[in-house]
């Protein structure tokens, strides 16, 4: 028996993801400490429900900032999180007056340009 490396992902979060496959349930608690690494490997290998569970408990759990809303709004982009971006856009939504002038948009793909825009039309 050989052992095969799995390189890419932390030990702990692996035996998260395994024991998620084979039916554990993992806590919110345990969720939210580790729930971009989660997000991550839940990616990697095609592990939807937990990766939409690790994304509400972001989505829950991250309060929504000027200073953060551009970060959050990047990660939840390039990973594909539809709630947790839904969730920052209504705060662009409901602070469009001081979000502008205050954060730069310069590194914003554009169609996330154009959602920011619709946001703050609302």
Avoid: H, W
Wanted: hydrophobic share 50%; aromatic share 8%.
């Amino acid at each position: 028996e050989a052992a095969v490396p799995i390189n890419g992902v932390d030990p702990e979060i692996f035996k998260m993801v395994l024991y998620f496959c084979y039916g554990g349930t993992i806590k919110d608690e345990e969720v939210a400490a580790k729930a971009k690494a989660i997000i991550e490997a839940s990616d990697r290998f095609g592990i939807v429900n937990l990766k939409l569970k690790a994304e509400a408990v972001l989505a829950e759990r991250t309060e929504i900032t000027v200073d953060n809303m551009l970060d959050s709004l990047l990660y939840a982009n390039s990973k594909n999180l539809a709630f947790f971006q839904e969730k920052i856009m209504d705060f662009v939504a409901e602070n469009g007056n001081k979000i502008v002038g205050r954060v730069s948009f310069s590194s914003v793909p554009s169609e996330l340009i154009s959602d920011i825009l619709t946001a703050v039309a609302r």
